[in-house]
């Protein structure tokens, strides 16, 4: 009976908390347009989340492009159809890999950075200080950041699958030996736009996860070193879960 | 008015009037929520029943933009000052210029030298609030909190860790500002001493009430225990030294037996 309770408390609780953040993320769209009016602070918090995170996505995107040149060279070869390297690489970064991958490092490279920045803000007063002013600190503080990580993500993702296909490329035709133009030629032949804009859309939407994520519980941190750390880890926690989860439905519905 | 979180009241029929254009100090032993009473009066947090009255507007009865707008002319120094700390000195002070204004750079580069200036740290204009001692951030805030040329400024806890050095300043500062900008200055402190100094008006607070009201000198002269107490400092009295807690002597014995 106790359990049962505990049950349906803790459901309700999960319920009401999707519910805040879907809140949330409504007031944050409500405020988007004007936020864009001052392009200068989204410019400053793509630099922070993107420009900053660019090298781990980049070394990042490299080496599961070069293990993605081995295991896939290893496994076609047995079929004989090596030549089909460069179709299975780019298809599975591009579709799966560029957006889950960066995604999980964005948020526990970007999303940390602001989940850890706002709640120190929070604990600081600097947010009370922000409203005291007459700021509004989550159209000031809180909509910059949070569009400057949606916009960032399909970059970071764009840019990941590039040098993952690199990387696959190093492997599969400089060191294993596949064709280099059967390598390119077929890529081209096997992947098609509709698999480029299943990878856009599911980045798109990560980023929109990830960001809202983030500055949802950097903001409503409790105001204290152990508030700031709990929101740093579950910022990196419910972020790697959902976006898992959303793999799995996007994939679906583009089936 | 009344107030009450999670059911525990914290001002149980406060009833307070500040004085246009003086100083008026707030005191109270730790914990009697002179602090909460701020973010009422700021309108941070609203009163469970009773009226907040700010320059003649009822706070609850104010729409968020309105009381954004009555924000505009009130300043405030948190107690850690609250400098946002990915700005510079300089911005921090302008911040409230660039989001309210459309002045030309020119005219805030001016208007924030003249603030900094008046707090006499021109010269650290340039630095980034980490650099700062805790009295600099004080005083950096308390530029911000001029700016816009407020009507009412409120400290929280302005003397809070300064050296005496520091205290002085602030001290002259609050007084000066009071009367060469005609402000309005509400001080919530418990440093009994530095305030009395400049302060036109004393309200004491404890257990959620105004215990006593006066001048700093009719303050002196109040003959009731609590005022006494917290007065003079002395450790016991209406304000208890001791939490409340079981039997002393009974819970040392209780803990020999327990395992």
């Given at each position: 009976m106790k359990l049962f309770k505990e049950l349906g408390a803790n459901s309700v609780e999960a319920v009401e908390g999707l519910g805040a953040i879907v809140r949330f993320l409504l007031r944050l769209v409500v405020y988007t347009p004007r936020a864009l009016l001052r392009f200068d602070l989204i410019i400053q918090q793509i630099y922070n989340s993107g420009a900053l995170s660019l090298v781990i996505i980049m070394l990042s995107g490299l080496f599961v492009g070069m293990v993605l040149g081995l295991q896939g060279y290893q496994l076609l070869e047995r079929f004989g159809s090596e030549a089909s390297l460069g179709t299975a690489a780019a298809i599975?970064?591009?579709?799966?890999?560029?957006?889950?991958?960066?995604?999980?490092?964005?948020a526990g490279r970007a999303g940390t950075a602001l989940a850890a920045e706002l709640g120190l803000m929070r604990a600081t007063d600097q947010l009370s200080a922000m409203e005291m002013m007459a700021v509004d600190p989550i159209r000031r503080v809180?909509?910059?950041?949070?569009?400057?990580?949606?916009?960032?993500?399909?970059?970071?993702?764009?840019?990941?699958s590039l040098i993952g296909i690199y990387g696959a490329q190093l492997v599969g035709v400089q060191l294993m030996g596949v064709d280099a133009g059967s390598f390119w030629s077929q890529m081209q032949a096997g992947v098609s736009p509709s698999d480029v804009t299943e990878g856009i859309v599911k980045s798109c939407i990560f980023g929109v996860a990830c960001s809202l994520i983030a500055v949802y519980e950097g903001y409503y941190a409790t105001a204290t070193a152990e508030g700031v750390g709990r929101a740093t880890t579950r910022t990196v926690v419910t972020s790697a879960v959902v976006i898992l989860f959303l793999?799995?439905?996007?994939?679906?519905?583009?089936? | 008015m009344k107030y009450a979180v999670g059911g525990r009241p914290v001002f149980s029929g406060l009833d307070m009037e500040i004085l246009?254009?003086?100083?008026?100090?707030?005191?109270?032993?730790?914990?009697?929520?002179?602090?909460?009473?701020?973010?009422?009066?700021?309108?941070?947090?609203?009163a469970s029943s009773g009226s907040i009255k700010v320059a003649?507007?009822?706070?609850?009865?104010?729409?968020?933009?309105?009381?954004?707008?009555?924000?505009?002319?009130?300043?405030?120094?948190?107690?850690n000052g609250a400098l946002l700390t990915d700005l510079s000195v300089f911005e921090n002070v302008a911040f409230p210029l660039r989001e309210h204004t459309n002045l030309p750079e020119r005219l805030i580069r001016q208007l924030v030298l003249t603030k900094l200036q008046a707090v006499g740290l021109r010269g650290a204009a340039f630095l980034s609030p980490n650099e700062l001692s805790g009295g600099m951030v004080r005083r950096v805030a308390l530029a911000r909190a001029i700016v816009m040329d407020p009507e009412i400024l409120i400290y929280d806890e302005p003397f809070v860790g300064l050296d005496p050095i520091s205290m002085g300043v602030i001290l002259r500062l609050i007084r000066r500002l009071n009367d060469v900008l005609g402000l309005t200055s509400i001080v919530v402190s418990h440093d009994v001493k530095e305030i009395s100094s400049v302060a036109d008006a004393v309200f004491l607070l404890s257990g959620g009430k105004v215990v006593a009201r006066g001048t700093p000198s009719e303050m002196r002269a109040n003959s009731s225990e609590t005022v006494r107490q917290f007065v003079g400092g002395l450790p016991d009295g209406p304000v208890h030294f001791h939490y409340p807690a079981a039997d002393y002597f009974g819970e040392l014995l209780a803990a020999d037996e327990a395992p």
């Open positions: 599975g970064l591009v579709k799966e890999l560029g957006p889950v991958v960066t995604a999980l490092l964005f809180v909509v910059p950041r949070f569009l400057g990580g949606v916009l960032t993500m399909p970059l970071l993702a764009a840019i990941f793999d799995y439905l996007l994939t679906a519905m583009f089936l | 246009r254009g003086k100083v008026t100090a707030v005191m109270g032993p730790s914990g009697t929520g002179k602090t909460t009473l701020l973010r009422l009066i700021t309108g941070q947090v609203s003649g507007q009822d706070l609850a009865k104010l729409r968020r933009a309105q009381l954004y707008e009555l924000r505009q002319r009130m300043g405030m120094l948190f107690q």
